[in-house]
């Protein structure tokens, strides 16, 4: 059974970045789409962003958009997060999750999820 282990959360000033890593174990990514979605405080869970087993990426809206860049490495079964010029509505916990589709969809179509690490933006 695949499992998925997020890490490289943490506390950050406004304006600050984070790397967070979502690594497989029991399988492999190689050939799933890998989502980034995050729970922030009184809103339902949001997509992030998407990345196919080819590279091809697919943004949640504006989630992010210009602050938060996804790459893959399927020789260490690893997908990033890069986050940037966060702010604090960034703030929440951040989940990968995988696909055997081509990319991802909504939450709920996804197959594989990790247990989430928290992201705090705060003065």
């Known amino acids: 059974q695949l499992q998925l282990v997020e890490s490289g959360g943490g506390e950050v000033q406004p304006g600050g970045s984070l790397r967070l890593s979502c690594v497989a174990s029991?399988?492999?990514?190689?050939?799933?789409?890998v989502g980034w979605f995050r729970q922030v405080p009184g809103k339902e869970r949001e997509g992030v962003v998407c990345?196919?087993?080819?590279?091809?990426?697919?943004n949640f809206g504006d989630v992010g958009l210009g602050r938060f860049t996804v790459s893959r490495n399927n020789a260490k079964n690893t997908v990033s997060l890069r986050m940037s010029s966060l702010k604090p509505e960034d703030t929440g916990v951040y989940y990968c999750?995988?696909?055997?589709?081509?990319?991802?969809?909504?939450?709920?179509?996804?197959?594989?999820w990790g247990i989430g690490t928290q992201v705090t933006v705060s003065s």
């Open positions: 029991g399988g492999t990514l190689n050939y799933l789409a």
């Open positions: 990345i196919s087993h080819s590279g091809g990426i697919k």
């Open positions: 999750a995988a696909t055997q589709d081509y990319t991802c969809q909504t939450a709920d179509a996804m197959e594989y």
